[in-house]
């Protein structure tokens, strides 16, 4: 029963453009205790393969999918998501057209597609056409990895402007101090890294986790 209406509410907040926040609030309010945000990366092997992936995963239950734009130099990133972002740019997978793909295919989601951007790729655009753009595609959310809270103003206040949710994100290794501070400056749920390292495997999580 929770099951359902958890869908009814993810469906009727992505109709009404809800952001990625209003979402997760709905988690509490609904007593989720765990949901799916799976990831891919964009163009990998190629852009229609990747539309269909993301049509299965919204099937299969998806609360959130996080969509990679592909950089030359994700080094965030592991080996696995490294080996998918160097394939789709092989296959000449850039910006416009993943924009183009987002734009054909999430009015068929039911559920909210945050995309995972390097910070470089959106400054080369222009931090306010960058947000303009994803937010006319029909994205609703928006992970930058590499970027420290420190540099998120400008970036904040441009998601927010275009009603697109920020995700920041906080680490094992991150003070106590500083946390309370990403929280602060968060709108809605925080990205918590598990690992400390690139992402990938791991025998075992970190216990501050």
Do not use: H
Not at 124 to 134: A, H, L, N, S, V
Not at 165 to 193: H, N, W
């Amino acid at each position: 029963m929770k099951e359902k209406k958890w869908k009814e509410t993810k469906t009727k907040a992505k109709s009404k453009g809800g952001k990625v926040v209003e979402l997760c609030s709905s988690f509490g309010k609904q007593r989720v205790l765990v949901a799916l945000i799976p990831y891919i990366t964009a163009g990998d092997p190629d852009l229609p393969t990747t539309a269909e992936a993301l049509k299965v995963l919204d099937s299969c239950g998806s609360d959130i999918i996080e969509l990679g734009l592909p950089y030359f130099d994700p080094l965030a990133d592991g080996p696995v998501i490294q080996a998918a972002a160097t394939r789709s740019l092989a296959r000449g997978t850039n910006f416009d057209a993943v924009i183009s793909m987002l734009r054909e295919v999430l009015p068929q989601l039911s559920c909210p597609v945050s995309l995972v951007s390097y910070y470089n790729p959106i400054l080369k655009r222009g931090i306010g056409k960058f947000m303009t753009i994803i937010k006319d595609a029909g994205v609703q959310g928006l992970v930058v990895p590499n970027v420290p809270l420190e540099e998120t103003e400008i970036l904040r206040m441009e998601s927010s402007k275009n009603n697109i949710e920020l995700v920041l994100l906080t680490t094992p290794t991150t003070s106590t101090d500083r946390m309370k501070s990403i929280v602060s400056a968060s709108e809605g749920f925080v990205y918590l890294v598990s690992s400390v390292g690139v992402t990938g495997t791991r025998t075992n999580v970190s216990a501050r986790v």
